[in-house]
């Protein structure tokens, strides 16, 4: 029996107890919405000037707008790999020089041994699904419908893959889908090549929609992974042209019209009482792209870099009845997302599998005044680019702030910010603090100790 079905059945025999406590009440239903590449300025409730976004600031002020919120990687394949598992990337070979993401050619994707919050959601009666863009691998083994979610519909890996010959970054600020031959898929089954993704976030929205309608008498877990607003931009016809930000206004626009959907039809059906929305983004804006790409606000650098702008994004979590509305200002992650919702819908956590996440739910559902996660590692590829205790976070590497080309160095000295008061990280307070950079330096002796040195599994070709 392969380890993952082993643990799996582990998770659902420690579960009964649980399951026995609430069979009265159903359990929650989790709602995951990722976009790609949306950057920490670029809703309007997170301080963008120009582009609306009526649906997400309406859910910001019903829910929880979270400001201090990490992904585990600044590029899109580790990052999912961290959703997914609740682990950093560097543990389970989802990190390298060699190749940051996987590719079209790749052998490789998320370890099978590896167990994924789809599983352990599945193992406790939850239907699952994910709709859209998951980039943990395409060959079989890998597939969605083999890590744990019961349904797929969309991109195997980034929409600019599988592009023709002979294209030019020129050439993808005005693309034609047929360009990028990139399968739609159903399942197993490929529907469409190329897929028009002139169409692509309605129907993922439409897709979205009709599996909410067809489990509303059962608990569900959706993962709506959102191909945009990563490069190259496709929005669609009732969309194109009606953002003052342009092309990029257009689809945070048709992104937002996405969202209000997924909470309209929870309205309808009466499940907002019992279902937990949490929007979020894989990492920074791309901004080699110039004004095809987002912004990070206040925030220095941008997607391929570990500074704020590469690795902080925007987070809301909204559930009407189970949750207070305030603005929260304490560290979280998105690999704190599996321990948090299988907390909230009391599921144990198999004892063999170890995450680097915390649970939120203390903090997030019961409002106590509690600080769950106060550190956090931020790696580039395979090295440890910075660490942030507290407020302060200490820098050991640089590189370019848009993230391209990649050329990573050692500084000469690190350089220390307060992230408080300074979250643009302009004012180096290294030579002020030695006491902290010691406490910092400390943590990570300590958390390097813990890494182990796996074999990557993006360099397989």
């Known amino acids: ?3 993952k079905l082993f643990i799996a059945a ?6 009964f107890r649980s399951t026995a406590q609430t069979s009265k009440k159903r359990k929650p239903n989790f709602i995951v919405i990722y976009t790609d590449d949306l950057g920490y300025g670029d809703l309007g409730t997170f301080g963008n000037p120009v582009i ?18 990490y992904v585990a990687a600044n590029v899109c394949t580790p990052s999912r790999a961290a959703l997914m598992t609740g682990k950093l990337p560097v543990r389970i070979g989802m990190e390298s020089y060699k190749r940051r993401v996987l590719f079209p050619d790749s052998k490789g994707g998320l370890p099978e041994s590896e167990l994924t919050i789809a599983e352990i959601l599945k193992a406790n009666n939850y239907q699952t699904a994910l709709v859209g863009k998951w980039h943990l691998g395409h060959l079989k083994q890998f597939a969605p419908n083999n890590n744990g979610f019961d349904y797929y519909f969309g991109i195997p890996y980034s929409n600019d893959m599988d592009r023709k010959g002979g294209m ?26 190329p897929a028009n993704q002139n169409k692509i976030t309605q129907r993922y929205t439409e897709e979205s929609v009709d599996f909410i309608k067809r489990n509303k008498e059962k608990p569900f877990f959706l993962y709506l992974a959102h191909s945009m607003p990563h490069v190259p931009l496709f929005a669609g016809k009732d969309f194109k042209g009606k953002s003052i930000r342009g092309l990029y206004g257009d689809i945070i626009e048709e992104l937002d ?3 209000g959907k997924v909470l309209e039809t929870l ?8 279902t937990y929305v949490i ?38 979590v909204w559930s009407p ?61 395979t090295d440890l680019f910075a660490a942030r205790l507290g407020d302060y976070k200490l820098y050991y590497l640089k590189n370019n702030p848009i993230g391209y080309p990649e050329k990573i160095e050692k500084l000469e000295k690190p350089v220390l910010f307060n992230l408080s008061v300074d979250p643009s990280e302009q004012y180096d307070i290294y030579g002020k603090n030695e006491k902290i950079v010691n406490e910092i330096n400390e943590l990570v002796r300590k958390h390097k100790e813990g890494v182990i040195p796996v074999k990557s599994n993006l360099e397989d070709l």
């Open 1 to 3: 029996m392969k380890l």
């Open 10 to 15: 582990l998770c659902v025999l420690t579960s």
């Open 52 to 69: 609306k976004t009526p649906n997400l600031d309406r859910m910001a002020y019903e829910g929880q707008k979270w400001t201090n919120f």
């Open 168 to 193: 030019t970054r020129e050439d993808m600020f005005t693309p034609n889908f047929q360009d990028f031959n990139v399968p739609l898929m159903r399942n197993s089954e490929i529907i469409e090549r």
């Open 257 to 259: 019209w996405s969202v």
């Open 267 to 274: 309205r309808e059906l009466h499940l907002d009482e019992n």
């Open 279 to 316: 929007f979020t983004s894989d990492n920074g804006p791309w901004k080699l792209f110039n004004e095809q790409g987002g912004s990070s606000g206040l925030l220095f650098g941008a997607k391929g870099t570990s500074y704020e702008g590469g690795m902080r994004v925007p987070f809301i």
């Open 321 to 381: 009845t189970n949750i207070k509305p305030r603005v929260e200002m304490k560290m979280g992650s998105t690999l704190d997302i599996l321990p948090t919702l299988c907390s909230i819908a009391n599921i144990d956590i198999p004892s063999q599998v170890k995450t680097d996440g915390y649970d939120l739910s203390p903090l997030m559902v019961q409002n106590k005044d509690v600080n769950p996660r106060n550190e956090m590692f931020f790696y580039h590829a």
